[in-house]
């Protein structure tokens, strides 16, 4: 059983540019959440999806940043017009029951916009 | 508003010390506390986690030591070694919540 993929590992934008960070949970998951951490700093929460709904996005941006779990496919976390505060570590993980104490992280997306 | 305080931000021991790293929760609504290791290019791994009816929870060499009055915990690891070497984060949250609150890191270097 793989565990939480997450691609690409390292994503180099320049500002202005989209940057799309792909997950896919672990089998049997549909539940999504996608954790922000800024260096030096621990994760923080962004958004919670179950398949098809956006459940909680209390932590993401206001403007730029949204975040899809299609029927069929990978959870997308999108951001539009990038700028160099953007630049972080993208944290998926997923969990069977939809609790977060039972969610299982991927390796990251290391995004860097220049 | 950082709903975890985690200290110290890095730690350095010798192979065998043994590493104390502390944090501090504000929501006494929390009722589940977990440690991740978070080795460098790797995603964090859930360690250990504790709930507030029991003051120390150990699994293998780390130990949680809980502190509901003070609203407190820390993570020991025991016999450190260097393949220990790691951040560890501690969080924070509410059975059946939808995010956990993490503290900053503690990033943790074991001498050989």
């Known amino acids: 059983n793989a565990g939480v993929m997450q691609n690409p590992r390292h994503l180099v934008r320049r500002r202005g540019q989209e940057a799309r960070l792909r997950c896919s949970p672990m089998k049997g998951h549909s539940h999504v959440y996608w954790y922000r951490q800024l260096p030096e700093e621990g994760l923080k929460f962004m958004v919670y999806?179950?398949?098809?709904?956006?459940?909680?996005e209390s932590g993401m941006p206001k403007e730029r940043f949204s975040a899809e779990f299609p029927k069929e496919g990978p959870s997308i976390l999108r951001i539009q017009q990038v700028v160099r505060g953007d630049s972080a570590a993208y944290f998926c993980?997923?969990?069977?029951?939809?609790?977060?104490?039972?969610?299982?992280f991927g390796q990251g997306t290391r995004l860097t916009v220049v | 508003q950082q709903q975890v305080k985690q200290s110290p931000q890095s730690l350095i021991v010798q192979k065998g010390g043994i590493p104390i790293i502390n944090c501090a929760y504000e929501n006494t609504a929390f009722d589940y506390f977990p440690w991740y290791q978070q080795f460098p290019g790797k995603g964090p791994a859930l360690l250990i986690a504790?709930?507030?009816?029991?003051s120390e929870k150990k699994e293998g060499r780390f130990t949680i030591s809980f502190n509901k009055s003070a609203k407190q915990f820390s993570l020991h690891i025991m016999d450190s070694q260097p393949g220990d070497s790691a951040t560890y984060f501690c969080a924070a949250t509410l059975t059946g919540a939808n995010n956990l609150f993490f503290g900053t890191g503690t990033r943790l270097t074991v001498i050989p």
């Open positions: 504790i709930r507030p009816d029991v």
């Open positions: 999806l179950q398949k098809e709904n956006i459940i909680d």
């Open positions: 993980a997923s969990s069977p029951l939809g609790t977060a104490t039972e969610a299982f």
